[in-house]
């Protein structure tokens, strides 16, 4: 069987001047998108959590180092293992080591812990209050993250066993590793690396 097909030809259109493209005016933006409403006062003042170096920002309080213990078992334990070295098998870092912090040269590679990495007590207080637990950030009481920076510091060595920290208490703790890190003067500023 043979199937033949043919071809109609079309006349082609006439030329013609070349179209003009006209752009239409992009819509400017609403003032307002309708979405959510302003935060009220009361609520960024719930988030407003942090604690900078100079301790601005830091809540009064207390806690000791026996409460937080209660606390770590009870808030923490679950990432960071029933003995606060967390690492393989919990999803948390370790927060205690008791490596010595003198060394720090090239072979030294301890896990950075609280008491051998962090250079103020004010950035360890500042972590936990505003982030911390990883399931409920930002919801211990200042008197909570009181207690449970003594309970770490105390398992650092930093602090007495029996250690009660307060507004006052925690300024005068002096971290292992704090002279280990120097100012950046790369760019001229006083950044720390």
């Known amino acids: ?17 070349e179209p003009v493209a006209t752009a239409s005016p992009r819509p400017s933006p609403p003032e307002r998108y309708a979405l959510g409403r302003a935060a009220t006062p009361e609520e960024v003042a719930a988030w407003d959590r942090d604690v900078d170096s100079s301790w601005n920002g830091l809540p009064a309080g ?3 180092a026996a409460e937080g213990k209660a606390l770590y078992a009870a808030k923490c334990l679950m990432c960071h293992g029933p003995d606060a070295k967390g690492g393989q098998g919990w999803l948390g870092p370790n927060l205690v ?28 207080f500042d972590y936990i209050y505003r ?24 398992e ?3 602090v007495a066993a ?29 950044q720390f690396r």
């Open 131 to 154: 982030s911390m637990p990883q399931t409920a950030p930002a919801s211990l009481s200042a008197d909570e993250t009181y207690a449970l920076v003594a309970f770490l510091f105390a």
């Open 156 to 158: 650092n060595g930093i």
């Open 97 to 124: 080591a008791k490596e010595p912090v003198s060394g720090f040269g090239a072979d030294y590679h301890p896990p950075r812990t609280v008491g051998n990495y962090w250079p103020y007590a004010s950035t360890v």
């Open 1 to 17: 069987m043979i199937v033949l097909m043919l071809a109609c030809a079309t006349p082609a259109p006439e030329a013609g001047p």
């Open 62 to 64: 207390k806690g000791t």
């Open 162 to 190: 029996d250690a009660t920290l307060d507004q006052d208490s925690i300024k005068q703790v002096v971290m292992p590793v704090q002279d280990k890190f120097v100012e950046d003067d790369r760019l001229g500023t006083n």
